[in-house]
T-cell receptor, first 115, second 114 residues
C-alpha cells in the first residue's frame, strides 16, 4: 500500500454506537491530521499529531477521541454521535507537524452517516 | 486577518475548453505558502502544487498551469484542453506565516461535459 489509507470507507452508525476510524500513512511522515468535511462547509481541522503527541485540538466535542499509537497510525474513536456529525472524515499526513509548511497528503476519507 | 476567496462556486465547461479557476488570498504577511488541491467525486484530496510567496514564476505541469501574482494576491489555476476526468472540486489553501495550519476555502466545483 502506498500513500495514506483509511478504513472503513463508509460507515453507518446509530447514535448509541461506538466505532473507530483508522488511518495509516506509508510515507514516513511525522505528523498526522484529522479533518471533517460537512456538506457545503469548508474543511475543518479537528486534530493534529506530531511525533505521536497531540499539538492541536480545535475545540472538538469530546464524543470524538483521537489516538496516535505511533507515527504511522491514527485513530478517531467515536461514541454517542449526533446526526449533525455525519460528514466525510479525512486523514492527512505531512513530513513535519503544525509549525511547518510541508505539504499534507490526504487519504480517501471515511464517509460517516449517523442515524 | 487572512482571507482566501474562490469567487467561482461552480463552473461548467465543454470538453477541450480551457478553464481558469480564481483564487485570491488577502494577507498582510509577506511570507506564506499557497496550495492547490483537487477533490474528485471519490472524496480524496489530491495535492497539485505548493508555492511560496517569494516565487512569482508561472508553473506549468502538463495541461495544468498556475499564475501567481503577489501584487494582486492572486494564485490562479488554468486547465488547458479540459477533460471529463478534470471534473472535481478544486481548493486553494494557504498556510499563513508557516506556523498555522492549512486554511481551506469553499472551493470551486468544475464540471467538464463531454
Amino acid at each position: 500500500e502506498t500513500g495514506v489509507t483509511q478504513t472503513p470507507r463508509h460507515l453507518v452508525m446509530g447514535m448509541t454506537n461506538k466505532k473507530s476510524l483508522k488511518c495509516e500513512q506509508h510515507l514516513g511522515h511525522n505528523a498526522m491530521y484529522w479533518y471533517k468535511q460537512s456538506a457545503k462547509k469548508p474543511l475543518e481541522l479537528m486534530f493534529v499529531y506530531s511525533l505521536e503527541e497531540r499539538v492541536e485540538n480545535n475545540s472538538v466535542p469530546s464524543r470524538f477521541s483521537p489516538e496516535c499509537p505511533n507515527s504511522s497510525h491514527l485513530f478517531l474513536h467515536l461514541h454517542t454521535l449526533q446526526p449533525e456529525d455525519s460528514a466525510l472524515y479525512l486523514c492527512a499526513s505531512s513530513q513535519e507537524g503544525l509549525l511547518s509548511t510541508d505539504t499534507q497528503y490526504f487519504g480517501p476519507g471515511t464517509r460517516l452517516t449517523v442515524l | 486577518a487572512q482571507k482566501v476567496t474562490q469567487a467561482q462556486t461552480e463552473i461548467s465547461v465543454v470538453e477541450k475548453e480551457d478553464v481558469t479557476l480564481d483564487c485570491v488570498y488577502e494577507t498582510r504577511d509577506t511570507t506564506y505558502y499557497l496550495f492547490w488541491y483537487k477533490q474528485p467525486p471519490s472524496g480524496e484530496l489530491v495535492f497539485l502544487i505548493r508555492r511560496n510567496s517569494f516565487d512569482e514564476q508561472n508553473e506549468i505541469s502538463g495541461r495544468y498551469s498556475w499564475n501567481f501574482q503577489k501584487s494582486t494576491s492572486s494564485f490562479n489555476f488554468t486547465i488547458t484542453a479540459s477533460q471529463v476526468v478534470d471534473s472535481a472540486v478544486y481548493f486553494c489553501a494557504p498556510i499563513p506565516r508557516g506556523n498555522t495550519p492549512l486554511v481551506f476555502g469553499k472551493g470551486t466545483r468544475l464540471s467538464v461535459i463531454a
